[in-house]
């Protein structure tokens, strides 16, 4: 078998479990009601089938890239789509509620083990000169997975039945599984040292933790609540805690001369605006499609994955036209893009067309592939070769914090602009027709407003990503000294 076959074939391998990692973040969210009908339970408490995938992919990932990178990242990416195979069966064999969160929180812990490794065993299997190739289609197929979720999710669902969203992680497992253990070579980090830094593992597991759990608790606890601030207050602790023990450990889990490097830097405060874009768009118009155009959940999820088209069309020329002229432009062009898009959802009106939606959502696409390969791209180039394994981790676990900030923002801003523009329309008149009109066009008014509020969260993202090349910082550098 040719060099070429066998790359192609590893790569399959990594795509695969890498697809599967991303996708289960939100094909799960439009079976949910299906799940209710099924298990009971209030709303609250279905919601962790979600939250628990989520709460264990952001608080793992920084220990499963630092394990890999020590041990061997074929042997931890094994297990990590091993694991995610096995659980995806029991979950769709769940017979409680219960059952099937518990199964969900190991799901995201195998997520969370599969997806930093991703980039480092794809860098080591082709050479230097094919990563921006590489780093564009896995762009391309993390654009694609996130927004083909929800269509994925309603056709499974409603053809087929809620257990085959898990089910069908079985045979592609299977597929990477197999794959891996016959064409990719080990690597690891050999600067790494195979002692484990219990320290940075307990502090940097106790910080995301109590951040992600009190942001995703935060609509029931309130912003200003003891309970949410408690669990701030003691996540900063931990990850105070995780930063000493980085300081003064000989072997620690994060190289703190990563955080030297601006660059780096500018592209994990890319990847958590990133996030929270991502998020932010694909839950407001899924509200905004079935609650207020009133479109079928299907239908939705289907409107949705205009997304994925546009992310397709321009990840896999980004990536490598990024790794020759720079990607801080692309990057940002692409926040500006997301930015723009999102601001223009704001013009929607409950009898807009679907093609009116779409075309909106195919420019937000096209803008997540121009920016999401670039940055994911410089966060690898930027550092020492040894370190892409705990670089892709950082900026993963960013993409993964910014995904819970921006629902709990942008919920938070879309429940106060509800309240207030449907307090406003119910003091206006007591005709039964008169109201009905005015709360529909309330509920319009409060997601124009909140479309607006998130398209501005993109603007610290545009600036970060216009530093986040280092080359851009030389060439500046340079014109500054002359």
């Known amino acids: 078998m040719g060099i070429g076959m066998r790359r192609a074939l590893s790569f399959t391998a990594i795509v695969l479990g890498f697809f599967m990692a991303l996708l289960d ?52 990416f094994l297990i990590g789509v091993g694991l995610f195979t096995l659980s995806s069966l029991l979950a769709g064999l769940s017979t409680s509620l219960g059952m099937l969160i518990l199964f969900r929180v190991i799901q995201g812990l195998a997520g969370a083990i599969i997806v930093p490794v991703t980039i480092p065993l794809s860098t080591t299997t082709f050479p230097k000169e094919m990563h921006g190739l590489i780093i564009g289609i896995w762009g391309a197929v993390s654009g694609v ?3 083909s979720g929800p269509a994925l999710g309603g056709i499974l669902t409603q053809k087929l039945s809620w257990e085959w969203i898990f089910f069908v992680n079985v045979p592609l497992g299977l597929l990477s599984i197999g794959l891996t253990a016959m064409f990719i070579q080990e690597s690891r980090d050999d600067s790494a040292g195979r002692s484990i830094d219990y320290g940075g593992m307990l502090g940097i597991t106790g910080g995301m933790f109590c951040i992600t759990y009190a942001l995703i608790k935060v609509q ?25 023990t980085q300081y003064k450990g000989k072997e620690p889990m994060l190289p703190l001369s990563l955080l030297k490097i601006r660059a780096f830097n500018s ?11 991502l998020m932010n768009i694909s839950l407001l118009t899924s509200f905004y499609l079935t609650r207020v155009m009133g479109v079928s959940e299907l239908k939705a999820g289907l409107v ?3 997304m994925a088209l546009g992310s397709i069309a321009s990840s896999a020329v980004s990536g490598p036209l990024s790794a020759k002229y720079g990607s801080s432009l692309f990057a940002a062009a692409g926040m500006v893009m997301i930015g723009a898009a999102t601001y223009s959802m ?56 910014g995904s819970v900030l921006g629902v709990a923002i942008i919920v ?31 509920a319009v008014d409060a997601f124009s407003q909140t479309y607006k509020f998130a398209g501005y969260l993109l603007l610290p993202g545009i600036g970060a990503a216009l530093f986040s090349d280092e080359r851009r910082q030389r060439r500046s550098s340079s014109v500054h000294v002359q």
């Open 346 to 401: 704001s013009g929607l009106e409950a009898d807009s067309t679907l093609g009116a939606v779409m075309l909106r959502l195919a420019v937000t696409g096209f803008g997540v592939g121009l920016s999401m390969a670039p940055v994911m791209s410089s966060a690898i180039r930027v550092v020492p070769e040894d370190k892409v394994g705990i670089a892709s981790g950082v900026t993963n676990m960013a993409k993964a914090l």
């Open 145 to 147: 997975a996130a927004a």
């Open 267 to 277: 592209t994990s405060v890319s990847m958590i605006v990133l996030g929270a874009a």
């Open 220 to 244: 029931d606890y309130g912003w200003s609540s003891r309970p949410f601030l408690g669990l701030t207050a003691a996540g900063l602790l931990f990850l105070v805690f995780f930063f000493l």
């Open 412 to 442: 938070t801003v879309l429940q106060h602009n509800t309240t207030q523009e449907l307090g406003a329309a119910n003091s206006a008149g007591t005709e039964a027709g008169a109201v009905a009109i005015r709360q529909q066009q309330a």
């Open 304 to 306: 949705l994955s205009t």
């Open 25 to 76: 973040t939100t094909i799960i969210n439009i079976a949910l009601p299906e799940m209710t009908r099924q298990f009971g339970g209030s709303v609250s408490q279905v919601s962790w089938v979600m939250n628990g995938y989520n709460l264990a992919f952001a608080v793992f990932i920084l220990t499963a890239s630092r394990l890999a990178d020590q041990f061997g990242r074929k042997k931890v």
